[in-house]
């Protein structure tokens, strides 16, 4: 007996269907993935299943029996609760307030508030202060209230949206095994997530979405990761990142010496050449967005120097890094990216207003003409550049995020994890777009925590470990056992045989 049953689930706005008679069972002590490119109604179909919406046709069933979901809270008091990625938490109030929020203070005496906030954690496997503000917790501990939260409601059914998009790769796993002690205790989990080897090493069974519809209902033991992104996006794993355009690497544009910075980066040199598209990676927390940041102008050098075009260089801003043709595309898009109530075109030509005023005034003819073709050449997916970027799904923001250099005619490109929390077609169109930055002549550098996305994009990656630069690999050395024992102990995996 299925714990939730949707079937065929229709939906429509505006005439357009978001989705088209989709079914969908959670049993109960099973994790079942939900996969689709942003837009192939994923979020619409978790919507209905959380009371937020209602469904034009089609019917949810809760252990067998057809209900008509009122709204969220009727759907909590069902034992349904979503977490989100964007976490709905009170900042400035503490764990088991957040834990019990809307239960106080009525039907919970504070006297056994943070004891039960306390033991709701510890059923988790932490050990987190329930008098704790929530501000002043990691996002990997924010993560673990919403989950007590969820169980605080008797929760059955638990729905995770992108829950490891923004955690490092321990926290993340230490967030699948909270979830694999969730199954043993019976409780259905519905898993979202981008991360295909998430997918594939956590979930029971997966259901492919397209385009509003059913593709497939698959178990992890039945198909791979290449036959999962064509069921998804029809094309292969060896066409994600598509063919590297033959491009000439030309002079050193950017050369850093001996960077120090205070939050312990030290001694790191590195070159980037125009043309040329050079990895960064190592664990988090290596230093990698430090140094970025620092070439940038946004955080402070304690010691170091930096060449820039053979001339010496020390940025004092952004904006004078800016100036200086040098662009960063922020692993926060939405906190240092963008401007989410902003409109579309206007994010796109901020980064470069000159392009769009004459004489010291705004030209609106000029600034459409700019942006019509960036969504063209970009292939921005909206209703109009009016609208604000908020509208837009997460592959479509980054691609704001991306025309904003693009428009800036810089030479220099700094991607910090540049397809975080974006589906797999459009992390292939960003892959595209890096490809002709570098054919334009551009330095790209590439920050990324995805293996394959540093081994299928760069022509060379560095690889950082504890603040330090540890080392360098090329093509011909590519792989995930080299990068990772480069990263913590300072040698390739080759390099320790050759040495043993």
Known sequence: MALVELENITKSFSGIHALSSVNFALEAGEVHALVGENGAGKSTLMRVLGGEMRPDQGTVSINDEPVRLTGPIDAIRRGISIIHQEMALAPDLSVAENIFLGELPARIGWGDLRRKARALINRLGFDIPPGALVSELSVAHQQVVEIAKALSRDARVIVFDEPTAVLSMGDAQRLLEIIRNLRSQGVGIVYISHRLDEIF????????????????????????????????????????????????????????????????????????????????GGLVGSGRTEVARAIFGADPIKAGAIELHGKPYRPRSPKDAVRHGINLVPEDRKGQGIVLDMAIGKNMTMANTSDVTAFGFFNARRERKIVDGLIQSLRVKLDHPSDPVSSLSGGNQQKIVLAKWFHSNGDIVILDEPTRGVDVGAKTEIYSLIHRMAAEGKAVLIISSEHAELFGLCDRVLVMGEGRLRGELLPDRYSEENLLTLSIAGRSQEEQEAAA
């Open 201 to 280: 090493d956590i979930s029971d069974r997966i259901s492919v979405l397209k385009d509003g519809r059913n593709v497939d209902l698959v178990r992890p033991d039945d198909t791979t990761v290449d036959g999962l992104i064509g069921m998804m996006v029809g094309r292969p794993l060896s066409q994600l990142f598509g063919e590297k355009p033959d491009t000439e690497i030309g002079d050193v544009v950017l050369k850093v010496n001996g960077l120090d910075l205070p939050n312990g980066v030290a001694g790191v040199s590195l070159e980037l050449r125009k043309g040329e598209v050079v990895g960064l």
